[in-house]
């Protein structure tokens, strides 16, 4: 079969369920093959990116609503995850340090290097 319609075959599958994987086992094709076409064939790479995006958003909104439906059930699991992802003041440290910018990390390292040494200073010299 030609390259056009295994390729076209693997997207459509791919666009079923984002796992490049399993759209190949589906298309009887090899991880290899794709990424051997990705990389000498841009427009393929990018119809392959733009179907894993538009996929992995359907499914992202599958896997919400299926979290919601715990949430309104009152898991407690369910909302405690949720909290923590999607408001700040429910977040670990990590989290805020993670979805900080880089000018705001690096203000917040030097802020706690600047009282870390204000400290040792104090306890040094009481």
């Given at each position: 079969m ?9 997207l459509?599958?791919l666009?079923?369920v984002?796992l ?6 589906n298309?009887?094709i090899?991880?290899?093959t794709?990424y051997?076409?990705k990389k000498?064939?841009?427009e393929f790479?990018?119809?392959?990116d ?12 599958l896997?919400?609503?299926q979290l919601?439906?715990?949430?309104k059930?009152?898991?407690f699991?369910?909302i405690?995850f949720w909290m923590?992802h999607?408001s700040?003041?429910y977040a670990?440290?990590k ?7 880089g000018?705001?990390q690096?203000?917040?390292?030097a ?7 204000e400290?040792k200073?104090?306890?040094?010299n009481?």
């Amino acid at each position: 079969m030609k390259k056009h319609k295994l390729a076209e075959r693997f997207l459509n599958e791919l666009e079923k369920v984002p796992l490049v994987e399993m759209a190949c086992k589906n298309v009887g094709i090899t991880r290899q093959t794709v990424y051997r076409w990705k990389k000498e064939d841009g427009e393929f790479a990018r119809k392959m990116d733009d179907t894993l995006y538009l996929a992995r958003g359907i499914i992202n909104d599958l896997g919400e609503s299926q979290l919601i439906k715990l949430m309104k059930s009152g898991d407690f699991k369910s909302i405690k995850f949720w909290m923590e992802h999607n408001s700040e003041r429910y977040a670990s440290p990590k989290w805020r340090m993670e979805h900080m910018t880089g000018t705001e990390q690096g203000a917040g390292l030097a802020e706690f290097i600047k009282a870390a040494l204000e400290r040792k200073k104090h306890n040094l010299n009481p």
